[in-house]
């Protein structure tokens, strides 16, 4: 009898254990929304906003909680990151500028002069087109107000602030009309950087305390997915994403829908760029526009340009301007290169301005373009 006691024990006990540590694995788990049945879209929920506090008796661990939620980061604020990042960019850039300052210094500028300075300027991405007319324009205000007291570099900065167009409108469109979100496309090639401009800008967005929802329609990228929903956890806003592989228009259409359900005031729709296939990709990207204007209008689409490509890159960007009516470029990795032209040569591209640079791999490493800013830059502050 005690034999059979003991073994009833034993297994009251093992079934106990299992219980509890059941119960833990359940609550440690992250919290997910169904999926949409219409879909198969799902939403990867915010974490607990930073802030808020916990009552004394929720704080008691439980048994094998798990995972623990991932801490929300605070974003740098916007004029912080933008000094950090004009003096970042100083010190990448600043090569053109004291090369053009050399040049124009001299004590004679004959032609041989002049072709150094076309070719300094083509060599930074300016263009064909704009490099003569900033050549012309110097060669014309240096002719008239030329002396001994020139102030060459002031010249120099006027010149290159006009040819960078201050009067263009830069400011991003995140706000709809009529209480409806605004929803911000963002398109551009695999490796240009599109899903982590996504993620930045995100932050941006919340640093501004703007409310946000992403909509992870690159589907045929697995790894850009998971990539976003990593960003999403990081700033606490929400991730709509569908199997891998899906419609992509139908993600789009799902995260706009809960955009207008929840009142956000901005919707991001990172989307993809595989340009081995235009036809299909401009279909595609047709197709995502329509979908989202069923609900709301699209506000923006911004396009990112990997700085560092040159001429691909103006190549690329004529090919989105077919597919969608760009209205505003994001420049990244503005800051391994001399290649400050390309500012320049797509402004005059496309007719539509940058307006916005990455300059690092860091989180915050994405500001507004300023042109005087910029000209600064290239001239070493």
């Known amino acids: ?178 209480g409806k979100p605004g929803v911000v496309l963002v398109v551009g090639v695999n490796g240009a950087g599109k899903t982590t401009t996504v993620g930045k800008l995100a932050r941006i967005l919340v640093a501004e305390n703007r409310t946000v ?20 956890e990081r700033v606490g806003v929400d991730v709509v994403r569908g199997p891998e592989g899906s419609d992509p228009a139908s993600v789009a259409f799902e995260a706009v829908k809960q955009g207008l359900e929840q009142g956000v005031d901005t919707v991001l729709v990172d989307t993809a760029g595989r340009l081995q296939n235009k036809a299909g990709l401009m279909d595609e990207l047709g197709k995502v526009k329509r979908v989202i204007e069923k609900q709301a209008g699209v506000t923006e689409v911004l396009l990112v340009l990997d700085a560092t490509t040159g001429q691909n890159g103006m190549i690329q960007a004529r090919v989105f301007s077919e597919i969608v009516d760009v209205t505003g470029i994001v420049l990244t990795k503005l800051d391994g290169s001399a290649k400050g032209g390309i500012v320049v040569a797509v402004q005059g591209e496309l007719g539509v301005p940058v307006k916005l640079v990455g300059l690092g791999e860091g989180a915050d490493d994405l500001a507004p373009f300023d042109a005087a800013a910029f000209v600064d830059a290239l001239l070493g502050g």
């Open 213 to 232: 929802t992403l909509g992870a329609a690159d589907t045929f990228r697995a790894a850009a997915v998971e990539q976003l929903a990593t960003w999403g």
């Open 1 to 178: 009898m005690d034999f059979l006691g003991d073994w009833l024990y034993l297994i009251i006990g093992i079934a106990l254990v299992g219980v509890l540590t059941l119960v833990g694995l359940l609550s440690g788990r992250a919290r997910k929304a169904p999926p949409s049945p219409a879909t198969g879209t799902e939403v990867i929920a915010a974490p607990t906003e930073p802030g808020v506090e916990t009552p004394p008796e929720a704080t008691a661990p439980p048994v094998d909680a798990g995972p623990v939620a991932p801490t929300l980061e605070r974003p740098e604020g916007t004029a912080s990151r933008l000094t950090r990042l004009r003096q970042r960019l100083a010190g990448s850039q600043g090569a053109l500028g004291r090369g053009l300052l050399a040049l124009l210094s001299r004590d004679r500028l004959d032609e041989d002069t002049w072709e150094s300075i076309e070719d300094t300027l083509l060599l930074a991405d300016i263009g064909v087109a704009p490099t003569t007319q900033l050549v012309e324009r110097l060669r014309a205000r240096i002719r008239t107000d030329g002396g001994p007291d020139t102030d060459v570099r002031a010249i120099l900065r006027e010149e290159l602030i006009a040819l960078v167009d201050p009067d263009m409108d830069r400011r991003l469109q995140v706000s709809g009309e009529d």
